[in-house]
């Protein structure tokens, strides 16, 4: 059952009827929705497939198709292989959407919560809980399968609880969460293990009390650890202009990936712009879908709502759709921070925030414009794989089924990941190169030994490099 409230349908509605599985869809006082959905037919979670299976039941949701997730899913990658750690209100790992996906789930049925659940307030719980239902929400973005919520329904999460029961949050906590993703401990607090660190991080929250750089030392080890992070633009107050109002961390940091809202093809209207409290950069990142997101939320309900906390959990599943489809990517956060942004739908703002001219790409409203995983998929497989590798998957991309991940795996061997590596190894002469040229300010004007050696040195790694790069871009058109 899906009950909404309080919000605009728009073009929910329509969306809906298009669904072969709608029972009844009726409207509610308080102009909300009542949706009623058939759920026969319901994959059982003992099925080690099951939630393929069922991802591929359901149509997918509004925000998956928006930010080209749904073109990937066909691809046939749908995020194997990927953890995504959760900060947030908490979450109901029980719900039907969200229990197949939770890492703490066993082979028999039961659970084991260490390493993937942690509530830093004295222990009020030591198990996973939401008392109000956002990081639920959140959570079924990134990883649900029913009713085609979930952008990678094939990952599994972890979280980590942000807020108390009372529903305050204090610095103390939110740092155990960010201390817990980069290395998982059990439910003591010993044994931490950073193996069972997750790929990607939802910052799922912001801290207005907060000084500037309270997270940059944490965010930094994320980053140095190879741990995507996504952190919320955050909301502008109704009324208040949206220049100036991205402000609070760890939004503002920069080494997280920050998201705005979008409603389809234009910035909500709620979505906070940069420039925030002096930081001097264009925040966010880019924006992606944030109006009417349907998602999980209590024991197993869905429901539609807005906010830059459905954005990010929107970029936090498109980033491990990415990285499932190109998994040489996973952990080189710097390449895919870039691919994101480079593959976004550009777009202009004539609000003029941060001085923007009405032309200027990246900009502090939309970044560097809307999120588009599929985009952002063919962008990855070109810089890491080549285009020789590309051409061979297309076909795969047109099956289904056991044909296509057999097709999928047939590139990969004989094609993609030896390309892959070659593009590794160009990547590290490229890193020679940067380092001989170190050398070079210093000996402007100067003729010494010490300046004749650095000179050798460079001429010698980039030659080296250019003849590196003909043959590697020749074999795989890198």
Request: hydrophobic share 40%; net charge positive.
């Amino acid at each position: 059952m899906l009950i909404m409230h309080g919000v605009p349908i728009g073009n929910m509605t329509d969306h809906l009827q298009q669904r072969e599985d709608l029972t009844h869809l009726d409207v509610v006082e308080g102009g909300g929705l009542r949706v009623g959905l058939d759920t026969q037919g319901v994959p059982s979670t003992s099925n080690p497939n099951w939630m393929e299976q069922r991802a591929s039941l359901d149509p997918p949701a509004n925000h998956v198709v928006t930010s080209g997730a749904a073109k990937v899913l066909k691809m046939g990658y749908m995020g194997h292989g990927m953890t995504v750690g959760v900060l947030s209100s908490g979450v109901n790992h029980l719900h039907p959407s969200l229990i197949g996906n939770y890492r703490g789930l066993q082979a028999d049925g039961s659970f084991n919560h260490s390493y993937n659940w942690l509530e830093p307030f004295d222990h009020e719980t030591r198990t996973p809980n939401d008392n109000t239902g956002l990081g639920t929400h959140v959570t079924g973005t990134i990883v649900g399968p029913l009713n085609g919520i979930g952008l990678a329904p094939s990952s599994q999460f972890t979280a980590c609880r942000v807020l108390s029961l009372q529903g305050t949050q204090t610095v103390e906590a939110m740092t155990s969460c960010l201390q817990f993703m980069l290395a998982p401990f059990d439910l003591n607090g010993r044994g931490a293990d950073p193996m069972l660190a997750p790929d990607i991080v939802l910052l799922g929250f912001n801290c207005p009390q907060c000084p500037l750089h309270t997270f940059s030392n944490a965010a930094k080890a994320l980053r140095a650890a190879g741990i995507a992070a996504i952190a919320e633009a955050g909301e502008r107050v109704n009324g208040a202009g949206r220049c100036d109002t991205l402000k609070l961390v760890p939004a503002i940091d920069e080494d997280v990936f920050t998201v705005g809202a979008a409603e389809n093809d234009t910035v909500a209207g709620f979505s906070a712009a940069g420039l925030g409290r002096g930081s001097g950069r264009i925040k966010p990142n880019l924006i992606a879908e944030g109006v009417l997101v349907l998602s999980s939320v209590g024991s197993n309900a869905f429901v539609g709502a807005n906010g830059t906390s459905m954005s990010a959990a929107v970029a936090a599943g498109g980033v491990a759709l990415l990285w499932s489809a190109v998994p040489e990517l996973n952990g080189m956060v710097d390449v895919t921070y870039s691919i994101l942004e480079e593959s976004a739908m550009s777009k202009t703002s004539d609000e003029g925030c941060g001085g923007d001219g009405p032309s200027q790409v990246p900009n502090h409203v939309y970044g560097h414009g809307i999120m588009n995983v599929e985009r952002a998929v063919i962008l990855g497989i070109k810089k890491v794989r080549g285009a020789r590798c590309l051409a061979c998957l297309e076909p795969c991309f047109e099956l289904v089924g056991e044909t296509q991940q057999a097709c999928l795996q047939a590139c990969d061997k004989r094609m993609c990941e030896v390309c892959a590596k070659r593009k590794k190894r160009v990547w590290r002469f490229e890193l020679r190169v940067a380092r001989a040229k170190k050398c070079v300010p210093g000996c402007v004007g100067r003729t010494g030994r010490p300046c004749q050696k650095c000179a050798r040195r460079l001429r010698r790694v980039s030659n080296r490099l250019a003849r590196k790069v003909r043959r590697h871009a020749q074999r795989c058109e890198l």
